[in-house]
């Protein structure tokens, strides 16, 4: 379905205002940079405004450029106290445990930005925090996972008053050129090059009662949030809820049956409903699979077995096939011609790339692109290679630094 992610999008313009904030304090021109996403900071500042998820990605892509900062990411999230957040911040900071203001953030985070869910799970005596993409986030994934780890991370330190601090946070990308940067901001010890990002909490602290918890201000709070929450499911078509549960399910897709399940829906009538809107499950999952593959072969982080087996396939050859029928050649021959790219483009652009500012846009317009061998929708376009993607797919550190 053309345009369909971009279709189930919608970012609160209080976020891009604190991006705005954050350039105009480092002296950039950030009327020239709203302008070259065709928005002003009069419409900015419209409460009913909210953004495209393709807005969103240039605002963002164009804010390193002009900034000239690679760690925007870090210091825009410092920005986001809980009061950002509006109503699902004051339910978090009004929670009776840590385990409950989390549990606010993994209920509602879509209320705010739907490009990453929240989830939590308790390993080794410790809690992992994790933030898994909604959807394949490309050269958005350095600065969307550091800006939304560092106000949740803040939002859970405020609540907690210091009394279950955070101690470990996981990126999984490769180091960025700032990890003094990034332990400053964070405050806990930063691993790179990991398998997942989040972060971690003890699990000593996690059901220990708050000093600002307010029963009756949460209870008010979260059922705002919960009838917020309940018109935009009521308005959200089947095929985008399918498409994000896929996304949030990576490595362990569900089958229609189960999908169903989770969606309170019979499989008879999922299906008719997919088929309403002209698609369906397995349609979508192809969708799906076919964006992680464009994405993974073009950063280089994973080899072809590795890949066919987190999408899905029951051997690679099953994967080659599927994937020459999307792209019209193999997915060896893709990444080759992504690495060939990166490679042609490398000489005028290396200082810059070295900084960590993504190459793609130069004065709002793009310089060069990935090759595609084949035309895509929008939907399906291969995200242009980023500086974080060289990282990634440098070699990795020994098993004992990677977290599982």
Request: hydrophobic share 40%.
């Amino acid at each position: 379905m053309r345009g369909g992610w971009d279709e189930s999008f919608a970012l609160p313009a209080l976020y891009v205002r604190h991006i705005a904030a954050q350039l105009r304090a480092m002296g950039a021109d950030v009327e020239r940079w709203l302008r070259q996403s065709g928005l002003d900071e009069r419409r900015l500042s419209d409460p009913g405004f909210s953004l495209r998820h393709a807005t969103f990605h240039r605002l963002v892509v164009d804010s390193l450029a002009v900034s000239g900062e690679p760690a925007m990411g870090l210091l825009v999230g410092r920005r986001l106290t809980a009061s950002a957040h509006g109503m699902v911040g004051y339910a978090a900071m009004s929670s009776a445990t840590v385990r409950q203001a989390l549990e606010v953030f993994e209920r509602f985070a879509r209320l705010r930005i739907s490009l990453v869910s929240v989830s939590h799970e308790i390993r080794r005596g410790e809690v992992r925090v994790r933030f898994c993409e909604t959807r394949p986030l490309g050269d958005l994934r350095r600065p969307l996972q550091e800006a939304v780890i560092v106000t949740v991370k803040d939002v859970l330190d405020a609540v907690s008053m210091g009394a279950c601090k955070v101690t470990r946070v996981s990126f999984p990308f490769g180091d960025p050129g700032y990890p003094e940067l990034a332990r400053d901001v964070l405050r806990a010890e930063v691993r790179y090059g990991q398998r997942w990002a989040g972060f971690v909490v003890p699990l000593s602290g996690f059901d220990a009662p708050l000093k600002l918890a307010d029963a009756d201000a949460h209870r008010e709070a979260a059922a705002i949030c919960q009838r917020e929450l309940e018109r935009l499911v009521a308005d959200e078509g089947a095929a985008a809820r399918v498409r994000r549960l896929l996304l949030e399910r990576q490595g362990g897709f569900p089958s229609l049956k189960l999908a169903a399940r989770s969606l309170h829906l019979t499989p008879r009538t999922l299906h008719r409903r997919l088929c309403d809107e002209g698609t369906s499950f397995q349609v979508l999952l192809d969708e799906v699979r076919r964006a992680l593959a464009v994405e993974q072969l073009t950063s280089g982080r994973v080899g072809v077995e590795e890949l066919a087996y987190s999408l899905g396939y029951s051997d690679a050859a099953n994967f080659r096939r599927a994937f020459r029928r999307w792209e019209g050649v193999p997915p060896s021959e893709y990444r080759a011609a992504q690495e060939a790219s990166k490679i042609a483009s490398e000489p005028g652009e290396a200082r810059e790339a070295d900084a960590g500012i993504p190459n793609v846009f130069r004065g709002g317009r793009p310089t060069h692109r990935p090759v595609q061998p084949r035309d895509r929708t929008p939907l399906q376009r291969a995200p242009a290679a980023s500086s974080t993607s060289r990282a990634a797919a440098r070699p990795k550190r020994s098993a004992s630094s990677i977290d599982e």
